[in-house]
């Protein structure tokens, strides 16, 4: 490449030199300067910029049995000059840019390596997690069950909570792990005619225990009816199942004591549509768009606790449904979770 340019550069040279000063020459010295700024040094396409302009100038003057030279072809010449400074300003500035746009490139490509390491470690971790996790829970029952010797009241009731807590943290870590897993292989649904009212009493039944100790109240409706309806959907019971649980839980944890979360299940010819009300604190308007991003965790008191992935673990168990979720404040307080599924016919008995 640096023999090409050099020959274009000698061959305008002596179309410069062996014609009258009249013909100006001197834009075809850009050719060579453009493909130097491409592949050579800065420093060699700045000097060669400089060369080109004072062998265009001085074709003035040299050879010196030039006939006189009229003020039109100095100017032009000038002219000449100023277009190859541009040239290699811009082709100078082009490079740098270029430079500029790799090393962000590259520090993009090096970022998405750092954060694919993490979520391969996280992943990694959270699965080694699960087997000491459930030794630990087991050996715990086990005790609670007297395997070990008597086991008092009092000590019951430390080997339940402990028991609890390990299981909050299991149900993190397999979160966690369906969490990867989905956004990497995509969710995988196990499709068949879904009651959502008899997925909606069963989760409200295994969370008893838990309004009972935030003293919450939860209560399950369905909309303008009085009587028990039947909403159903063609979708996987035991994924959507999760997503009574999260929404369910979200609004206990932060409901003030003695609140009421309200299960409201509605009926339509085409969609069939799930909200669970509370009495909290509400959601900051800027918040909502995010609340279902990945470990997101926002500023206000509703998201005070929480890993920030039951909600995005939601979302994208109703998406891989063809659904849609959201969430909305209340008046005059609380916030509304809800989300809305195709409609399917109820199976043939």
């Not at 609670?144 to 299991?170: D, P």
């Not at 028990?228 to 929404?247: M, Y």
């Not at 800027?286 to 005070?304: H, I, K, M, N, T």
Request: hydrophobic content about 45%; some cysteine; proline content about 4%.
């Amino acid at each position: 490449m640096f023999g090409l340019i050099i020959g274009l550069f000698l061959i305008v040279f002596v179309l410069e030199y062996t014609t009258p000063p009249d013909y100006v020459f001197g834009y075809l010295y850009s050719g060579p300067i453009l493909l130097a700024s491409m592949r050579l040094e800065r420093r060699l396409t700045l000097s060669l910029t400089a060369i080109a302009c004072v062998l265009t100038l001085l074709n003035v003057w040299l050879p010196s049995d030039s006939p006189a030279v009229s003020v039109a072809t100095i100017t032009s010449r000038l002219i000449a000059i100023l277009a190859l400074v541009v040239t290699g300003g811009l082709s100078d500035r082009n490079r740098v840019f270029q430079q500029q746009v790799l090393q962000q490139q590259a520090q993009i490509q090096a970022q998405a390596q750092l954060a694919m390491v993490r979520e391969d470690f996280a992943s990694t971790l959270a699965h080694d997690l699960k087997t000491p996790l459930l030794g630990a829970i087991e050996t715990l029952k086990a005790f609670q069950n007297g395997s070990f010797g008597v086991v008092q009241g009092t000590q019951q009731s430390v080997l339940g909570t402990m028991v609890r807590s390990h299981q909050t943290t299991l149900q993190l870590v397999e979160t966690l792990l369906d969490v990867y897993r989905n956004d990497n292989e995509g969710l995988r649904l196990q499709r068949s005619p879904v009651d959502l009212v008899r997925l909606a009493e069963e989760v409200i039944a295994t969370l008893t225990d838990l309004a009972a100790s935030r003293r919450v109240h939860l209560s399950l409706n369905y909309g303008a009816s009085d009587f028990r309806q039947f909403l159903w959907v063609n979708g996987d019971a035991g994924q959507l199942q999760r997503v009574f649980a999260n929404l369910l839980t979200n609004a206990i944890n932060h409901s003030p004591r003695g609140g009421r979360v309200v299960l409201a299940l509605e009926s339509r010819a085409t969609d069939q549509t799930v909200q669970v009300m509370d009495l909290g604190a509400g959601v900051r308007p800027d918040e909502v768009p995010q609340l279902f991003e990945r470990f997101y965790q926002g500023q206000s008191d509703r998201q005070a606790k929480g890993s920030g992935l039951g909600l995005y673990l939601s979302r994208q168990i109703i998406e891989a449904h063809g659904g849609t979720i959201w969430a909305a404040n209340r008046q005059p307080t609380g916030a509304i979770f809800a989300f809305r599924l195709p409609a399917c016919p109820p199976p043939s008995v």
